[in-house]
Each structure stands twice: as C-alpha cells, then as structure tokens.
C-alpha cells in the first residue's frame, strides 16, 4: 500500500499514543499542522487503507443571526418593553408607547404581540398587567440568558455552540423566532489506530522525498534513490510537442530507400536537365510520339541543344530508322539528330536507368533512383508538374515478368500494402508492358508502370540481358501512406498539418 508523506507523519505521531481516540485539534497539533485539509486528507486514506478507524458524528450547532447580535446588546424587545412599562406610573397604553422613543416605530406592533403572549393584555388601548409578575420576570430572564450564551459565538466566522449544550425548549422557541438564531451542521470526526495501524514497521513511516520534476541536480545526487515519484496522469490533456521534424515526403523517400537497400539494390542519380535523346530517342519513343510536344515537355532555352556523341546517335537513328540488328522494323521515317540533341528537363526518370545501362551494358544490375521529374500538367487535385518517381531496374541472366511482379509485390507489401495486382499497359520500350495497381480503402489505384525492356532499347546499348524496368509515381504513394485527397497538400507548407504529421 502507498502512504502519502501526511500520512505517515499522522501514523506516527498516533502510534506516539497507540489507544488514544484523536480529534482533529489534538491531531493538528500532535503533527505541527495549521491546516484542517491535512488531517482530512490523511485520515480519510488512512481509514480507507485499514490503517485508522475513522467516526464521523453530525453536530447542528447555533450562533445568534443579525437580529439576535442586536438582542445581545441592547435586549430583546419584549424586554425592553416589560422595562418600560415597569417605569411608567399610571395607566400607559400603545400611544404612550409609542411616543416613549423606547422601541422603535415598526417594532412596537411586534413587541406587543410578544407581552400579550407573556399575559400583558391591552385593553382599550390600554395596558393591563396580571397581578403576579413572577412568572413573566422568570421567563424573560430564561430568555435573555440564552441568549446572553449564545453572544460572543460564531461572531468569528466559527460554527456557534453544539445543540446538545443547549436548553432545547429555548432553541425551538427561538428558532421560531425571525432572525434570532441560526444553525449549521459540522461534521467531527476521530481517528484511532487500528492493529495494522499499530504492527506498521517504523521504516514505512520515514517521510520520504516526493519528486514531481526529475532534474539534473537531483539525479547528480543521492536523494533520488530513496524518492518517491509522483505518478503521470496520462489521460490528462497535454500539448503536442512539435519540434522539427523532417518533411513527411522527405520521411517517405528514406524508407523507400531503406526497402530498396534491404531488397539488394543500389541507389543511382542523374541530372535534371537531359536532352530529348537520353529521355526519349534511347527509351525508343518515335521522335514524332505526342508526348514529346511542347505541352507535355519542358524544353529548354538554355542550354536548347545539348551535343552527343554522334555513334549514339547512329545507334538510335538506326533503331528507329529501321530496327537495327533487332529483328524490327522501325519506326521508319528519318530520325533527326537535332531532335536528339535537344535540352529539356527530363520527364521520367528512367532516362538514369537506361543511361546506367548505357554505361555497364555488360554489368548485372538491380539499381533505384528516387528523383524529380518535370512535365507541363496543370495543377489540380492529383497532378503536379514537379513530381518524384521511383524507378529501377533489374539486369541479370534470367531476369523475367514473374522476377518483375514479384519484385514489385514485395517492395508494396514492406510499405504495408500487400494487395498489388498488375494490368496490362503500353509503353513504347516495354514489351510486355504493366500498370501497377494496390489496394488502398477497397479500391484499386494505379501506381505506376512497369515491363520488360524491348530489345529496340537494349540492344543498341549492348545490354547482355533482359531487364526488367518500373518506374512507379511517389507523391501518388504518398497520398496513400498519409491519406491525402489533395496532391497539392504536400507542398503548400501548411504547418499546422506538417506539425500534425506523424514520423513516419
Ligand atoms: N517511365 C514510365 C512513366 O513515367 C514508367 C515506366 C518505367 C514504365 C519503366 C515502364 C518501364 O510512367
């Protein structure tokens, strides 16, 4: 059982006098306090605790009120009249009474109420007073010493004096009376040991250090060890801490990284600005495709052409011309290296990976990127025209669809979305092609794409392998992983929403 510090100073200062029945002044006293609080507090754990038995009795108490203060000082009414009228010779009656001056005006009718209840009778308007008088001296005299004990009383804001030391026929004639008297009821209790009380060890009662901040002064002592802790309400509201914290597209993209690592790959990077060869001519999209209109693609003023290599060039030029060694046709037509060699700011970022191929054609590979891309969208709720895209690809001996999917599949469930199936799609350098789509709230949604690139792309590149290739939409996931309905959430630097962020 846990003691409070009051109430092993209580305990032992009862166990000073194991049989004794404490009141709350003896107890005050016996533990140097001032306030009552303390011994109620104390008491009342305790008794609930085993510890002391606790008696409670309701007392009323009585003090004069307003009326009965004035009673106190200058008599009651019914005397001051009997004291009047026992100085006046003749025969007064209610007008002489009145004139005196010895009650006031609105007190008279009250005061006469009050004699002829003692046998003063008015007759005639006239005062008629019975023979015997003792009666009526004995009875005023009973009342005014009540009320002379009651004086003094309660004047100090305390209760006033218990009932029971009280002539009970006085206080039930008083408080029939208006504004005399008052009551109030108090409550006194007593406490005594009881035998658990008593067999406590003394080393349960040595007051012990309760510490509510934990600080770098008390711990470089050695209070602490003996302390103890004042216990956390956790239900109780708190303010949400909000320190800095990174940027939750920033969070996402580490533990993207973090799950291509762990799955074997090599991170890579390339340049934002390409030229229209590296994004497109290498990727085997026809130089006349839509997309590569000025609508869909950045193109540059500067630099507005970057040179190349004119042997790549050949390369492409014959792929697209007439399929090169490939065993395609082409698309035919004349490739222009002009096209080829113009700046723009690259719209997928396959172009790293097809250029990582480029490079180590010869190399197996299982490489990822996570890197910014640029197309002319307008902005609305699902599109941006900055946006990441997370891309890789694998080159192995025997890599394959299956290899593809499954590797997909895993990437999707380590970031908590096990349902993923795949449709399938076009893209001109895949072959076959993919959408990417998980289950997200009981709907399918398209993350990405994905397939097997077409010896077109390859094979000029002198790629010894089939590879496998996906490049999946991140701020797409991230409205998934946040459970965002607006793509533009992620970039308008809301702070509030970014303080409420979880890490993820
Ligand atoms: N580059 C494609 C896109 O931007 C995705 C893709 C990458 C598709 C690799 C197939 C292979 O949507």
């Not at 004291?83 to 025969?91: A, F, I, P, R, T």
């Not at 409550?187 to 510490?211: H, I, K, N, Y």
């Not at 302390?227 to 939750?248: F, I, R």
């Not at 993207?256 to 074997?264: P, T, W």
Request: with cysteine; proline share 6%.
């Amino acid at each position: 059982m846990e003691l409070s510090n009051n109430g092993r100073r209580m305990l032992k200062a009862m166990r000073e006098e194991p049989s004794k029945i404490w009141n709350l002044t003896d107890l005050l006293s016996a533990c140097d306090w001032t306030d009552q609080a303390h011994v109620a507090g104390a008491g009342a754990a305790l008794s609930e605790a085993g510890l002391v038995n606790q008696t409670e009795a309701r007392t009323t108490l009585w003090k004069l009120a307003s009326e009965g203060v004035a009673a106190a000082e200058n008599g009651l009414l019914e005397q001051r009249i009997w004291e009047w009228l026992s100085e006046q010779s003749g025969n007064p009656g209610m007008a002489e009474l009145q004139a005196s001056g010895a009650v006031a005006k609105n007190e008279a009718g009250i005061g006469i109420g009050l004699l002829k209840d003692l046998g003063v009778q008015l007759i005639q308007g006239k005062f008629e007073v019975p023979g015997n008088t003792g009666a009526i001296v004995a009875t005023l005299a009973m009342r005014a010493d009540f009320v002379a004990s009651l004086a003094g009383d309660g004047a100090d804001g305390s209760g006033g004096i218990p009932e029971s030391a009280l002539d009970t026929a006085q206080v039930d004639y008083f408080s029939k009376r208006k504004g005399l008297i008052t009551s109030s009821e108090e409550v006194v209790r007593t406490w005594a040991l009881t035998p658990t009380g008593s067999a406590l060890s003394d080393d349960d009662l040595v007051e012990r250090l309760l510490v509510a901040d934990i600080t770098p002064e008390l711990l470089s002592g050695e209070e602490w060890r003996d302390a103890d802790y004042k216990p956390y309400d956790v239900t109780l509201p708190a303010p949400t801490p909000t320190a800095g914290k990174p940027h939750p597209m920033q969070s996402l993209i580490e533990r993207i990284r973090a799950i291509f690592l762990e799955m074997g790959f090599s991170e890579i990077e390339g340049d934002f600005v390409t030229t229209a060869g590296w994004n497109m001519d290498a990727l085997f999209i026809p130089q006349d495709h839509p997309a590569r209109e000025m609508q869909d693609t950045f193109y540059l003023d500067e630099p507005a052409s970057i040179p190349l290599p004119p042997d790549r060039m050949d390369q492409w030029a014959d792929v697209h011309e007439r399929g090169g060694d490939t065993g395609s046709s082409g698309w035919g037509g004349q490739f222009s290296h002009e096209i080829s060699q113009k700046g723009m700011l690259r719209t997928h970022t396959t172009v790293n990976t097809v250029r990582h191929l480029a490079e180590t054609p010869d190399q197996p590979c299982r490489v990822f990127g996570i890197g910014r891309v640029f197309r002319k969208e307008s902005i609305d709720r699902t599109h941006l025209p900055e946006f990441h895209q997370i891309e890789g690809i694998i080159m192995e001996p025997g890599a394959s669809l299956p290899m593809l999917v499954t590797t997909l599949k895993e990437f999707y469930a380590k970031m908590g979305y096990p349902e993923v199936r795949v449709r399938p799609a076009y893209f001109p350098y895949t072959e076959p092609s993919l959408e990417v789509e998980v289950k997200w709230r009981g709907q399918w949604l398209e993350l990405g794409g994905a397939g097997i690139f077409r010896p077109e792309v390859t094979e000029p590149l002198g790629c010894k392998w089939p590879v496998c290739a996906w490049g999946m939409g991140l701020e797409r996931l991230a409205m998934l992983v946040l459970g965002l309905d607006d793509i533009r959430q992620l970039y308008i630097s809301d702070l509030e929403w970014l303080g409420e962020q979880p890490l993820l």
